[in-house]
């Protein structure tokens, strides 16, 4: 059987032949002449990596902290850790807030006094719903977690998402520290309770996923707590320090569940806890501990967004650390945010001490901004900017939520 030789192995013989194989026949190649080497290859431009490279290390620093405000007003504390500590963001409490227009002139403010700056601000308040509520009296109260879950639709999860998004978006927030998927499992836990969807790691993990999904479909940026879970602490982290004498095998079977959901869901930020598990690290607290957060968070679990802490004036950490100190370590174990949600000094000292920290290399720059590059990587995605907000419009949002929750 004769073999048929391909039409282009043909066509490359021929040219062989004739000399004329790879080049012109116009432009025939001269002896002695090596071909032009090919040019490099281009280079693609990151402007991100730019921005971070051009700032000022108190500049990065300052985008790596969120903090606290007194009163319902921008005041000079406030407009201090803009202009001087160039502040990443702040935090509203239930303080804070009084009326729909009292709160959107107050971001408004914040977003004002931040226009000088190249980078926009993040506004984040705790809206979970149930006892966790801390918008206006004339919005709509949101459902606990615990009641969603029972109507045993995740769907409708994610309509209360989108409705709580529609509240702050409308007020000029754009960060939401939310949804809680701690897995309740201890009766006697004081502080989570109906805050979470239940008891099952797949209920909690099916319905804080899908609230997720809808805090990010109205543009809020979801900040999902408390990693490694809350859910199975019998002392309030607000008081002390919590202590769970679980192993990380025990953790992966209940806990983590979530966590690997709503990381598989692109989780763009991860609250970590004021908990001390002994059994990953005896001596540091999970927000300050590097075997929780680089080893298990980035390492075995595969996460690269943001990590924020808890608020650091917490009692349990105040009660057993020195502020500046707890937080140059929060950041030395891979935090790229500091919540440091009370007390203007606090946030100061904070600042000097990540300052004097990095200056003195014991936190390395590029960690430093790589943190930072996170941090400016998920404001641009989520397109934030310092122009004004309002005004809500409360009738159709409140609709909204009642739609979501079944009400009509």
């Given at each position: 059987?004769?073999l048929?030789?391909?039409?282009?192995?043909?066509?490359?013989?021929?040219?062989?032949?004739?000399g004329?194989?790879?080049?012109?026949?116009?432009?025939?190649?001269?002896?002695?002449r090596?071909?032009?080497?090919?040019?490099?290859?281009?280079?693609q431009?990151?402007?991100?990596?730019?921005k971070v490279?051009?700032?000022p290390?108190?500049?990065k620093?300052?985008?790596?902290?969120?903090?606290?405000i007194?009163?319902?007003s921008?005041?000079?504390?406030?407009?201090?850790?803009i202009a001087?500590?160039?502040?990443?963001?702040?935090?509203?409490y239930?303080a804070?807030?009084?009326s729909?227009?009292?709160?959107?002139?107050?971001?408004n403010?914040?977003?004002?006094?931040?226009r000088?700056?190249?980078v926009?601000?993040l506004?984040?308040?705790?809206?979970?719903?149930?006892?966790?509520?801390?918008l206006?009296?004339?919005?709509a109260?949101?459902?606990?977690n615990?009641?969603i879950?029972?109507?045993?639709d995740?769907?409708?999860a994610?309509?209360?998402?989108?409705?709580?998004?529609?509240?702050l978006?409308a007020?000029?927030?754009?960060v939401?520290f939310?949804?809680v998927?701690d897995?309740?499992?201890?009766p006697?836990?004081?502080?989570?309770?109906?805050?979470?969807?239940?008891?099952?790691a797949?209920?909690v993990?099916?319905?804080?996923?899908?609230?997720?999904?809808?805090?990010?479909s109205?543009?809020?940026i979801?900040?999902?707590?408390?990693?490694?879970?809350?859910?199975?602490?019998?002392?309030?982290?607000?008081?002390?320090?919590?202590?769970?004498?679980?192993?990380?095998?025990?953790?992966r079977e209940?806990?983590l569940i979530?966590?690997?959901?709503a990381?598989?869901?692109?989780?763009?930020?991860?609250?970590?806890?004021?908990?001390?598990l002994?059994?990953?690290d005896?001596?540091?607290?999970a927000?300050?501990?590097?075997?929780?957060?680089?080893?298990?968070?980035?390492?075995?679990m595969?996460?690269?967004?943001i990590?924020?802490t808890?608020d650091?004036?917490?009692?349990?950490?105040?009660?057993?650390?020195d502020?500046?100190?707890?937080?140059?370590?929060s950041?030395?174990?891979?935090?790229?945010?500091v919540?440091?949600a009370h007390?203007?000094?606090?946030?100061?000292?904070?600042?000097?001490?990540?300052?004097?920290?990095?200056k003195?290399?014991v936190i390395?720059?590029d960690?430093?901004?790589?943190?930072?590059?996170?941090?400016?990587s998920?404001?641009?995605?989520?397109?934030?900017?310092?122009?004004p907000?309002g005004?809500?419009?409360v009738?159709?949002?409140?609709?909204?939520?009642?739609?979501?929750?079944?009400?009509?």
């Amino acid at each position: 059987m004769r073999l048929v030789r391909p039409i282009s192995i043909l066509l490359l013989s021929a040219a062989i032949a004739t000399g004329c194989a790879g080049r012109s026949p116009e432009q025939p190649q001269q002896p002695g002449r090596e071909p032009a080497p090919a040019p490099p290859p281009q280079v693609q431009s990151d402007p991100i990596k730019d921005k971070v490279k051009a700032m000022p290390l108190a500049h990065k620093l300052g985008q790596m902290i969120i903090a606290g405000i007194d009163g319902t007003s921008v005041d000079e504390h406030a407009r201090s850790l803009i202009a001087d500590g160039r502040i990443g963001g702040f935090i509203l409490y239930k303080a804070n807030i009084e009326s729909v227009e009292q709160t959107t002139s107050l971001l408004n403010g914040l977003k004002e006094a931040n226009r000088a700056n190249p980078v926009p601000l993040l506004l984040s308040v705790d809206q979970e719903g149930g006892r966790v509520n801390r918008l206006p009296s004339s919005f709509a109260a949101v459902p606990s977690n615990r009641d969603i879950a029972k109507s045993g639709d995740s769907k409708k999860a994610r309509a209360v998402g989108e409705a709580i998004g529609e509240q702050l978006h409308a007020l000029g927030f754009n960060v939401n520290f939310a949804p809680v998927l701690d897995v309740d499992s201890n009766p006697k836990n004081p502080v989570i309770g109906s805050r979470s969807f239940g008891s099952s790691a797949s209920v909690v993990s099916k319905f804080g996923v899908e609230e997720m999904l809808g805090l990010r479909s109205k543009r809020i940026i979801p900040v999902v707590k408390h990693f490694p879970g809350h859910g199975d602490t019998s002392v309030d982290s607000h008081l002390d320090l919590p202590v769970v004498n679980k192993t990380p095998d025990q953790l992966r079977e209940l806990e983590l569940i979530p966590f690997a959901e709503a990381i598989r869901s692109n989780a763009e930020a991860i609250m970590i806890a004021h908990i001390l598990l002994p059994q990953i690290d005896p001596e540091h607290p999970a927000s300050m501990s590097a075997k929780t957060i680089t080893e298990l968070l980035r390492g075995e679990m595969g996460y690269d967004g943001i990590v924020i802490t808890d608020d650091m004036t917490m009692g349990a950490i105040v009660k057993h650390y020195d502020i500046g100190a707890a937080v140059v370590q929060s950041v030395k174990s891979g935090s790229d945010i500091v919540l440091v949600a009370h007390d203007y000094e606090l946030a100061r000292k904070a600042l000097e001490a990540l300052e004097q920290a990095a200056k003195s290399g014991v936190i390395p720059e590029d960690q430093i901004d790589r943190s930072v590059y996170r941090i400016l990587s998920l404001k641009e995605r989520y397109g934030l900017t310092d122009n004004p907000s309002g005004p809500a419009d409360v009738n159709a949002i409140n609709a909204a939520l009642d739609k979501a929750t079944g009400k009509k």
